[in-house]
């Protein structure tokens, strides 16, 4: 057993793994299991005239809206989403049919042979033109303090804009799941983040109650949010057609068409009017998000809702006003996605603050450490900074690790060195948490104790850490702490694994029960504790009208990118990348540097290689030919440090963690690009022809 | 067609269709579930074997190249010490985290190993450029086979 909790232990399923004994649901054979594929959209918008069939062969059936017996829709945060497009068709991809049967060769010979007819209607295809149009999913609105006047007398008045392009998930096992009829119940089987999500779809489409509605988690070869809401739309219709079939099915994606189909990151568009005071600090501040939602809403208001409140990053403006929009276009569905909308308006926030800096004729790190918040302000939301703010110990550390000062000064012509400064808030946005009130059991069965907990593992080491928690707490070898599978049938619902809530929320309530186990342990005697969580009392939050402590706490971070621009094509070489997080306690130091490395990474294919347009409605990049994630090669040697800043509500002190490491990489990189090339940057993905237009108009 | 051919050190002689993918025979008809699809277009090795010692992706083989070849898969390595040096290797260094990648990372770390059982840093990056990771951010698989040779010294 670890002597200190941070002290790294190996993962509990690596072995499984790595030996290829882990059953994904693409591994797993049902008895008379029948496939699945889908026909899909091949317009942006139009109506649906009529669908042409070739013969249906014996075994092989056609499963449409009709064939749901509930409501056509897909249950999320709005659920405006068809599970069968029912006459109209919204984005190019989006599902009409399912073709069902034994083999699948044939499935797709049924399927080429299919002929829609549409009337096409004229498409809203990017979110200028959504702009333009009013085509409005959401429009949300929060301000703090006196902005009119802070402008009224401001001694400078600067307007700025920022962009940010669509990123697709690229979780390497692709989007999968069965449905089995049996018993008069459904299970369903497959990759997914959050099983009582399906069980609540599944109830809408099925008209079913949910003690007939198993969900049960396989092993997850990876998510970052596209496996949170999405899964729910396959369930839903793999199940009507398990009803309809008789047969288990099984829809297993094809990477081409997981990315056609599947959510993505929004692109956004941030805009700034800021006021200056005769100091040359920013007194009031107006902010302007716009994301492109895609087709339909979904969970994007909840994606929103979190990039507006945390525009502000790490700075307390003492006047702010911010209005956040969701805009609708005839493009895929974005959803959730690492981060969930923070990292486009930190990214946006930081090079901002960068590029004002310089305008200004001042020192970026500087300009930005004027700004701070500090605990005991108001933050944006007029709620309260309730932690600890180590930002300057973390700033410290950072830039002594990386020697930043030194080179920002003295670097060669072609090199440049950039920081961010980042926040994330943790756990569910508002009283999220309260509204989900997350249960978890712990069970001592003999010397064992069990875990009844409904988060699952997808890669990020949920297993490993909250199994932790219970060994260290009850002072027992991990192997005597037993996971239980996730089930809906078998567990509580101790909430959806996401919004970095898993340790910090559902490892709590662990912690909690399990120090009230120890107290009551004795040898034989078995005994079962469940906990259900509620906010601490001292966070204030009103939905209605956006004020209030919009997190519970905050994790901190820094990232230094140190970068070399190619004069002659304006391709990047990211030399060194320098990380400092204050995630409170850290609870595995090798599995936290392994979600650190892993989110930095992914967000430096967000900021360089991952582009992802559209034209005309259609995806450009469709394929990992197209659509390039970053390669062994492309990767920058990482140091990754942590300050301590123990949470009272959290395990150990712990805080939230997965997404945070997203947040920094972009603006830091951009910010080096900038120093580099000494230009001003807007934009990512920071391909070589945005550069040169860049340089271009410096000149 | 009927194809001759060594599988994880067993003589195996099927009857195919030889533009099938190596892939899907060693899936659906050997049930050697290492082998992962990610792509099924040759980008994210996943789907990576041996064949004849070096690193292949098996989505890009038809059935007709596999005649009289010596295909390996994980299971066919799980047993021998060389394994389970990478094993630990890539527990100990965190290599691992959704594991869907991991079988063929191994297969890489093996066929590099096999040719080159001192790799410097380059030749690690070179030997597993065609396999992707979308978890670790790669640093902690480049010390998972780092260790493993420094480990494994006299093995390979």
Known sequence: MAKKISDSINRVDGSDKISGRAKYISDVYFKNQYYARTLRSEIAKGRILSIDFPEIPENYFVIDKDDIPGLNQMRTVISDNPIFADNEVNYIGQPILLVVGPDREIIAEIIDQIEVTYQKEKPILTLEEAEQKASLFSDFDYSKGDVENAFNNASQIITDQYETGFQEHIYIEPQGITAVHRDNKMFVFGSMQCPFYIQGALEDVL???????????????????????????????????????????????????????????????????????????????????????????????????????????????????????????????????????????????????????????????????????KRGDTTSTGGTMHGQVKMPEIIEKITKMSNYEEKFNNLSENRGIGISLFIHGCGFTGDGENNIKGKITLEKKGEQAIVKVSSTDMGQGAETSLRKIVSYTLEIPMEKVIYKKVDTGKVPDSGPTVASRTVMIVGGLLRSAALEMKEKWKQKQSMEISKIYAHPDYLKWDNDTYQGDAYPIYSFGANVVEVEVDPITLELDIQNLYAVYDVGTVIDEKGLRGQMEGGIVQGLGWATTEVMETNQGQLMQSSMTDYKIPTIKDVPEIECDFVTNPYEFGPFGAKCAGELPFNGPAPALAAAVSHALSVPIKKIPLRPENLLKEIKNEN | MKIEFEINNTQKILEVDPARRLLDILREDLDLTSVKEGCGQGECGACMVLMDDKAVNSCLIPAGNVHGKNITTVEGLRSTEQYKTIEQAFLDAGSVQCGFCTPGMVISAEALLRKNPDPDEDEIKEALEGNLCRCTGYNMIIEGVKLAAERGQGLW
């Open chain 1, 207 to 373: 008209c079913w109650p949910e003690d007939r509605l198993r969900v049960i988690h396989t092993t997850t070869g990876g998510a970052f949010g596209g496996k949170e809401e999405f899964p729910s739309m396959i369930a839903c219709q793999a199940a009507v057609a398990a009803l309809k079939t008789g047969h288990p099915v099984k829809i297993i994606y094809d990477r081409d068409e997981d990315i056609i189909a599947s959510t993505k990151r929004h692109p956004s568009l941030v805009k700034y009017k800021a006021a200056l005071d005769k100091n040359n600090k920013v007194s009031a501040l107006e902010i302007n998000v716009k994301f492109n939602a895609g087709a339909y809403s979904g969970i994007s208001p909840v994606v929103l809702e979190r990039g507006i409140f945390s525009a502000a990053n790490v700075y307390n403006f003492p006047n702010v006003k911010v209005n956040g929009k969701n805009y609708q276009t005839n493009s895929v569905p974005c959803g959730a996605f690492r981060g969930f909308g923070a990292p486009q308006t930190i990214f946006s926030m930081e090079m901002f603050m960068h590029n004002l800096a310089r305008k200004l004729g001042q020192d970026p790190l500087k300009f930005k450490k004027k700004h701070l918040i």
